[in-house]
């Protein structure tokens, strides 16, 4: 036997408010600096560095410069190259997965852009 729609409704709607409830009140009893932490827009960062950290390419995201184009970090995202231990900084995750599918590659056109985008800064371009 089917319920009635309005019983479903009422249902959904109680499931959500629990959900939302418990939300709230994990965020107000959390212990320690995660309840004192202010509260911003945006996409909240589980490991902002606590010292400003310096990747390749002045902290621009590898990707972004692969295709010439100057993205800031702040290192919160970030990858250590294997190879040579050098940290690169990636200002999303969608940028740092797209880098991972072939990180050689990536970093290979982003070297020789780099190059190209650091002569057009010595030369007053850009």
Same mark, same amino acid.
């Given at each position: 036997m089917q319920q009635p729609r309005? =019983?479903?409704?009422?249902? !959904?709607? =109680? =499931?959500?408010a629990c959900t939302v409830a418990t939300a709230c009140l994990a965020q107000a009893t959390a212990p320690g600096p995660m309840k004192d932490m202010p509260r911003a827009g945006g996409i909240w960062k589980a490991a902002v560095p606590p010292k400003p950290m310096r990747g390749? %390419?002045?902290? !621009?995201?590898? %990707?972004?410069?692969?295709?010439? =184009?100057?993205?800031?970090?702040?290192?919160s995202l970030n990858w250590v190259s294997p190879d040579d231990g050098k940290l690169y900084c990636f200002s999303s995750g969608t940028s740092l997965e797209f880098f !991972?599918?072939?990180?050689?590659?990536t970093l290979e056109r982003a070297r020789a852009q780099w190059r190209t985008m650091a002569g057009a800064a010595d030369n007053g371009v850009g």
């Open positions: 309005t =019983a479903r409704v009422s249902w !959904l709607a =109680a =499931a959500a390749e %390419f002045d902290n !621009l995201d590898p %990707f972004g410069v692969s295709v010439g =184009a100057r993205i800031e970090s702040d290192c !991972l599918e072939k990180p050689q590659a």
